[in-house]
T-cell receptor
Framework: DAGVIQSPRHEVTEMGQEVTLRCKPISGHNSLFWYRQTMMRGLELLIYFNNNVPIDDSGMPEDRFSAKMPNASFSTLKIQPSEPRDSAVYFC?????????????FGPGTRLTVL | AQSVSQHNHHVILSEAASLELGCNYSYGGTVNLFWYVQYPGQHLQLLLKYFSGDPLVKGIKGFEAEFIKSKFSFNLRKPSVQWSDTAEYFCAVNAANTGFQKLVFGTGTRLLVSP
C-alpha cells in the first residue's frame, strides 16, 4: 500500500531558479497539505486543499510560492524565484477526509537547498 | 491562534527508563491533539491522537498520552523505553469545531535512548 509520494527527494538549485516540488497523495484521500520544516521555525503549514480546492493558504510566505492541485492524485508546490532562505525540508501530507480529527499521513519530504 | 510548547528539546535516557515528554498548548476552545514521531531517516508518523472521550489515549509501540484540559497539557509517556525509540517527537494541535484542519506543531523533542 503506497504512502504519500514526493519527488524529488533532494533538490539543489541556485538562487533565482524556479523549483517545483511534486506530491502524490494516498489514493482516495480528500485532503492534501504542504508543510515546511526549518531549524528556525520548525514544522509549519503552508497551504492545504480539500477535494482539490485550496482552503487555507495563510502560511504561504510570499508571492514567490504557489501551489496547485489539478486533480485528486497530484499537487505541486512551486517557488519562483528561489532564495537561499527557502532552504528547508518540504513535506506533503494527505488525510482521508476533511474532518479535523482525521490523521494526516506524511510523505518522506523533499530536502531543498538553494545556493 | 493556537501555539504549542515542547519544553524539552533534547532528552537522553537509558534503556528501560521511563519517559515523559511535555506538551502544552494555548487555545481557549476545544482542541484535537496529536503526537507524531520521526525516526531517523523516516517520515513523520502518528503515534496517537485525542479528539474526544477518554482523556487517556493509548497509541502504538506502548506509548500513551493524557489530556489534562485544566493544564492545557497533553504529555506523552512510555513506562520503559527501548533503543528503537530514538527519534524526534512532535506534539500538534488543531482547533476543533472551526472546520479548519490546520495542524500547529511544537518544535519537537529529540530523544536519544542509549543501550
Amino acid at each position: 500500500d503506497a504512502g504519500v509520494i514526493q519527488s524529488p527527494r533532494h533538490e539543489v538549485t541556485e538562487m533565482g531558479q524556479e523549483v517545483t516540488l511534486r506530491c502524490k497523495p494516498i489514493s482516495g484521500h480528500n485532503s492534501l497539505f504542504w508543510y515546511r520544516q526549518t531549524m528556525m521555525r520548525g514544522l509549519e503549514l503552508l497551504i492545504y486543499f480539500n477535494n482539490n480546492v485550496p482552503i487555507d493558504d495563510s502560511g504561504m510566505p510570499e508571492d514567490r510560492f504557489s501551489a496547485k492541485m489539478p486533480n485528486a492524485s497530484f499537487s505541486t508546490l512551486k517557488i519562483q524565484p528561489s532564495e537561499p532562505r527557502d532552504s528547508a525540508v518540504y513535506f506533503c501530507a494527505s488525510s482521508p477526509g476533511t474532518r479535523q480529527s482525521d490523521t494526516q499521513y506524511f510523505g518522506p519530504g523533499t530536502r531543498l537547498t538553494v545556493l | 491562534a493556537q501555539s504549542v510548547s515542547q519544553h524539552n528539546h533534547h532528552v537522553i535516557l537509558s534503556e528501560a527508563a521511563s519517559l515523559e515528554l511535555g506538551c502544552n498548548y494555548s487555545y481557549g476552545g476545544t482542541v484535537n491533539l496529536f503526537w507524531y514521531v520521526q525516526y531517523p531517516g523516516q517520515h513523520l508518523q502518528l503515534l496517537l491522537k485525542y479528539f474526544s472521550g477518554d482523556p487517556l489515549v493509548k497509541g502504538i509501540k506502548g506509548f500513551e498520552a493524557e489530556f489534562i484540559k485544566s493544564k492545557f497539557s497533553f504529555n506523552l509517556r512510555k513506562p520503559s523505553v527501548q533503543w528503537s525509540d530514538t527519534a524526534e517527537y512532535f506534539c500538534a494541535v488543531n482547533a476543533a469545531n472551526t472546520g479548519f484542519q490546520k495542524l500547529v506543531f511544537g518544535t519537537g523533542t529529540r530523544l536519544l535512548v542509549s543501550p
